[in-house]
T-cell receptor, first 112, second 117 residues
Framework: SQQGEEDPQALSIQEGENATMNCSYK?????LQWYRQNSGRGLVHLIL?????REKHSGRLRVTLDTSKKSSSLLITASRAADTASYFC????????????FGQGTRLTINP | EAGVVQSPRYKIIEKKQPVAFWCNPI?????LYWYLQNLGQGPELLIR????????DSQLPKDRFSAERLKGVDSTLKIQPAELGDSAVYLC???????????????FGPGTRLLVL
């Protein structure tokens, strides 16, 4: 079973614009992670945010976490064609020792 | 540093045939995971190993799926017999374990894409 729900399921924007993807989850978490998956490839870890953190930055990535709403967002600024991929959020619960539970993903397309 | 290696990358078989997938994790990673990813979905954990021990196999359909990690390094995932619904991508991932320190980031292989006809 998958805990996270990403929104939107698909997003298409122009190069240079910002892309925002949202993730909602159901149970209490220890941390939340975002992964990227290029077509036909494995997943690549992007960023991890802990339950006691509210915002985190890594390069052009900004992640927020609202534990009261059980939601997170991933912002990619100044998007590039190479950012075209599927993006997944994954949660780690307190009980599940390093068990990642993935959402369904957002398919992001950056148009040149 | 080599990443997680999986083979084969693609496999086409007829239903009721057996199939096996192989994974070599990142050197030094004690924890190994097998995931199933259906088209348009996120990965779902099948089994997690800490060294040779399967510590979480609750999602592994044990009637037809089996896995082993005999020496605590490489791992094999087997399906016998395969069914049409097994068509999916099988991903292997590895990470450090609690005993080694931080166990938070998982490193994924490219996956094996299985098509059952």
């Amino acid at each position: 079973s998958q805990q996270g729900e990403e929104d939107p399921q698909a997003l298409s924007i122009q190069e240079g614009e910002n892309a925002t993807m949202n993730c909602s989850y159901k149970t209490s978490i220890n941390n939340l992670q975002w992964y990227r998956q290029n077509s036909g490839r494995g997943l690549v870890h992007l960023i991890l945010i802990r339950s006691n953190e509210r915002e985190k930055h890594s390069g052009r990535l900004r992640v927020t976490l609202d534990t009261s709403k059980k939601s997170s967002s991933l912002l990619i600024t100044a998007s590039r064609a190479a950012d075209t991929a599927s993006y997944f959020c994954a949660t780690v619960s307190f009980q599940g020792a390093q068990k990642l539970v993935f959402g369904q993903g957002t398919r992001l397309t950056i148009n040149p | 540093e080599a990443g997680v290696v999986q083979s084969p990358r693609y496999k086409i078989i007829e239903k009721k045939q057996p199939v096996a997938f192989w994974c070599n994790p990142i050197s030094g990673h004690n924890t190994l995971y097998w995931y199933l990813q259906n088209l348009g979905q996120g990965p779902e954990l099948l089994i997690r190993y800490e060294n040779e021990e399967a510590v979480d196999d609750s999602q592994l359909p044990k009637d037809r799926f089996s896995a082993e990690r005999l020496k605590g390094v490489d791992s094999t995932l087997k399906i016998q017999p395969a069914e049409l619904g097994d068509s999916a991508v099988y991903l292997c991932a590895s990470s450090t374990s609690f005993s080694q320190g931080t166990q938070e980031t998982q490193y994924f292989g490219p996956g094996t894409r299985l098509l059952v006809l």
